[in-house]
C-alpha cells in the first residue's frame, strides 16, 4: 500500500509545504520519502536612496548624486544586488530605472523621472543688438561682447562657465534689418568677468574683409547659446 504518493500539484505562494510518501510492501515493510517545496510569486520591493526623487527639477551644474536602490527579496532572496540605470546631468528629461530580482525568478521596476533645466542667458547687450539684427561694424575693429548667466535666480560669475565663443562666416541677407555699432572697445580680448559692470564681457576683434557676415556664437557648458550677426564695412 501507498500514501501521498500520487501526482501532487502546489500553485498558491508557501513557505514551505512539505509532501510526504510512504508506502508498505508485502512483507510489512515500510519507507517513506519527504520534500519540502517553497513558492515564491511575490517581487522583490525596491526602495529608491538619494536625493533625486520623482518629479524633482534641477539646475545644469546642481544635480545631484546618482541614487541607489535596496531590495528586499521576499521568501526567495535577492538574486544579485538591485541596479540603477539612465542617471545623467544633462539638460533635459531623464528617467532612471531600478531593477531587482529574486532567485524565483520574479523580477521588480521602479522608475523615476526629473528635469534638468538648462542656464539663461542674457545678453548680447548693447552696444549689439540681437533678434536676426545684422550688426553693422568697420572691418578690423573691436566689438565688446556683453552677457549673464543665470542659473534661475543664482547668477554665475565663472569664466570656466563658458564653453566657447566663436564665429562664421555666413550669408549676408539682404531682407533683414541692420544696425550700426555705435561704440567699438579696445584691449586685449581674453574673456573676463567685470565685478563692477555685472557681466562677462569678450572684446572680439573683428575681420578686415569688408562687405562679408559672421555669425557669433557663445556657447556655455550647459549647450545654452547666444548669437548675434554680424555686417563689416
Known amino acids: 500500500s501507498s500514501v501521498g504518493c500520487d501526482t501532487t500539484t502546489l500553485t498558491a505562494e508557501t513557505m514551505g509545504d512539505t509532501l510526504t510518501c510512504s508506502a508498505t510492501n508485502g512483507a510489512g515493510l515500510s519507507n517513506s520519502a519527504s520534500v519540502t517545496i517553497s513558492i515564491d510569486k511575490t517581487a522583490p520591493s525596491i526602495t529608491w536612496v538619494g536625493e533625486i526623487n520623482n518629479g524633482d527639477s534641477f539646475y545644469f551644474g546642481s544635480v545631484p548624486t546618482a541614487p541607489t536602490c535596496t531590495a528586499s527579496g521576499g521568501l ?4 544579485g544586488s538591485c541596479d540603477v540605470s539612465g542617471y545623467a546631468s544633462t539638460v533635459g528629461l531623464h528617467t532612471l530605472t531600478a531593477t531587482a530580482k529574486d532567485n524565483a525568478g520574479n523580477q ?3 522608475t523615476l523621472s526629473y528635469t534638468v533645466n538648462a542656464w539663461s542667458l542674457k545678453g548680447f547687450y548693447q552696444p549689439v543688438d540681437m ?3 545684422y550688426n553693422i561694424v568697420k572691418g578690423g575693429s573691436t566689438v565688446p561682447l556683453k552677457f549673464e548667466i543665470f542659473a534661475g535666480l543664482t547668477e554665475l560669475t565663472d569664466i570656466t562657465f563658458v564653453r566657447s565663443l566663436t564665429y562664421a562666416q555666413t550669408s549676408c541677407d539682404m531682407n533683414v534689418t541692420t544696425d550700426d555699432i555705435e561704440t ?5 580680448t581674453s574673456l573676463r568677468y567685470d565685478v563692477a559692470m555685472g557681466q562677462f564681457i569678450y572684446n572680439w576683434k573683428t575681420p578686415k574683409s569688408a ?6 556664437t557663445m556657447t ?3 549647450n545654452s547659446t547666444l548669437v548675434a550677426y554680424f555686417k563689416l564695412k
Not at 567699438?184 to 586685449?188: K, L, N, S
Request: contains cysteine; proline residues 0%.
Open 184 to 188: 567699438t572697445a579696445t584691449g586685449g
Open 131 to 133: 533678434n536676426g539684427v
Open 220 to 222: 556655455t557648458i550647459d
Open 76 to 79: 526567495s532572496g535577492l538574486d
Open 211 to 216: 562687405g562679408v557676415c559672421y555669425r557669433v
Open 108 to 110: 521588480a521596476t521602479e
